[in-house]
């Protein structure tokens, strides 16, 4: 997935930080201390899934240390991979080194907390509600995904429409023999 420049963005106007993240922050978290030995997703009844650092293995069983400080004790069934900060807020989950619930639904609240609601999953495009106007649907935005690959611009609903489009359009003025 192209992941374009700030001034790539800018053809975006004011949509832009709602359909990508800044080349600061794609910096920032390609250099985050990460483990991929220790760093777990660890599932915990009241948060669904908890960020985590193994601190033991033992009979079956993992203690962790919580994001929050809280030391569990959990089965390994219960504890998922983590995925390096490279991949936070990716717009394509597909690509995830670690594809399981707890990335999933990690990546979509990060997004979502940053009014990024769309998000692609291998050939769907989520959505998640904002329940408030974005400046995501103006006359500049549709004209910044007319005719470009859906490789070449931040997950949308003006991509797959577009797309969806240019397909049908080869199919009726080039149809197969």
């Known amino acids: 997935m192209s992941s374009g420049s700030d001034a790539e963005m800018a053809v975006f106007g004011e949509a832009a930080p709602y359909l990508r993240k800044s080349e600061r922050e794609r910096i920032e978290a390609q250099n985050k201390p990460f483990d991929a030995k220790t ?20 009979g079956g069983k993992v203690t962790v240390k919580t994001e929050s400080g809280a030391t569990l004790t959990v089965r390994e069934d219960q504890v998922f991979p983590m ?3 490279k991949y936070d807020k990716i717009e394509d989950m597909a690509m995830m080194t670690h594809l399981n619930e707890p990335g999933v639904l990690y990546n979509l609240k990060e997004r979502y907390a940053a009014w990024m609601i ?10 998640v509600n904002p329940y408030k106007w ?22 949308h ?11 049908i359009h080869y199919v009726i003025f080039f149809p197969s023999k």
């Not at 974005?134 to 611009?153: H, M, S």
């Not at 609903?157 to 397909?167: L, P, T, W």
């Open 134 to 155: 974005l400046p995501v649907y103006n006359p500049e935005v549709v004209a910044a995904y007319r005719g470009k690959k859906r490789q070449e611009a931040p997950p």
């Open 118 to 127: 769309y998000t692609y999953s291998g050939l769907f495009c989520v959505t």
């Open 83 to 85: 995925n390096p900060p």
């Open 157 to 167: 609903i003006f991509s797959i429409s577009d797309n969806a489009y240019q397909f």
């Open 39 to 58: 760093s777990v997703f660890v599932a915990e009844p009241k948060e669904s899934y908890v960020k985590s650092v193994i601190q033991s293995k033992e």
